[in-house]
């Protein structure tokens, strides 16, 4: 999330500037390898490079080949495969083993006929995904160069080259991909060339509502600042909600915890974590959260306290049977956390698993694929 939000700022930049730049996209894989398709990356005239698609091991190459792009002004699709035994070069250097296949664009490709920067800045400051079509390939009477996109706001907008009645209408939204992935390629039979498309779904940063804004609150949100998470701060002590406590960009509240909530509803989509050390403001805080349970609530405080407040809420009458899967505590991941900042790293980390899918085990015991696509 963070790489691609510095992608986003930096290639605002270099079309401020009018800066010489191509945009490296990972559009398939197959095997292992370090990124999955809708990895990013920017590399100037100069050589400078934002983000990264292999970890560094193709970085050098693909740039050397970005001169080329610039040059003819034409999109360009790589191909690096580091299965074979005897690719030395690839395969050992790699210190991966699959295959990897990139499109170049020249950034002035992307804002001639359509702001692609701005599809991309409207998800991030939403909370709404989005839908990004890439052409890869085609046959017959295609119209569209390799390159060209179709973009699909939360709204049902469309804007693009790609946005003809015709793919309009095959592509019929509202769209899913298929489990817990973020892409999926597309088989397109028109009337006239068929073609395959990279389909991304693009997700606006998590939100995290944290309330309670003492000392162990500010490393849970220096780490989701970190990953580019936007983090939502209430608490009702003047003393601790101020916003130079916390990282820029945190929105801070000051106000009644009852009063915040009634005022701005928590999403189904936001994590909470509930860390008031206060068992009263922490009931009121649970009392409205069951009956709306989000994807992720977690109560700081030993077992026995948090036992003791769902007691509490099955004698109000206050319950939801959803809420006991939504609810984390003791929270965090198991990972001999003893330090705010280390409870804090367990924290972000178990938010992370929830909203990917995953338990949080150890990658040596996972038996599926390591990348969620």
Known sequence: MKDFQKILQTLHQWQLQDRSAVMVTVVRVAGSTYRRPGARMLIAGDGEMVGTVSGGCLEADIATHAQSVLENNQPALLTYDTLSDDNTVWGLGTGCNGIMEVLLEPISHLGNEWDYLAFFQSIQSGYQPGYF?????????????????LALYPDGRAVG???????LQWIKQPLSIPGNKTYHH???????????????????????????????????????????????????????????RFPEGTQVFLEDYSAFLTNRPIQPENPVIVMTHHFLHDLSILKYL????????????????????????????????????????????????????????????????????????????RKGPIHRG
């Not at 080259?161 to 793919?167: A, R």
């Open 186 to 244: 597309l088989e397109y039979k028109g009337s006239k060339f068929r073609a395959e498309l990279l389909l991304e779904k693009m997700e606006p940063p998590p939100e995290l509502v944290l309330f309670g804004a003492g000392q162990d609150a500010e490393p849970v949100v220096e780490l989701a600042r970190f990953l580019g998470w936007r983090v939502v701060v209430v608490d009702h002590r003047p003393l601790y909600a101020r916003k130079e």
């Open 290 to 365: 069951v009956q709306h349970p989000p994807v992720y609530v977690g109560v700081l405080g030993p077992r026995r306290r948090t036992q003791q407040l769902l007691h509490q809420l099955k004698i109000d009458r206050e319950w939801h049977p959803q809420f006991p899967q939504r609810l984390f505590s003791p929270v965090g991941l198991d990972i001999g956390s003893e330090s705010p900042e280390e409870i804090a790293l367990a924290i972000v980390s178990e938010i992370q698993a929830v909203l990917s899918g995953r338990k949080g085990s150890s990658l040596k015991f």
């Open 161 to 167: 080259q790609l946005s003809t009645p015709e793919i």
């Open 133 to 149: 079509l890439t052409l890869l390939s085609a046959e017959g009477e295609c119209p569209f160069a390799l390159g060209a996109h």
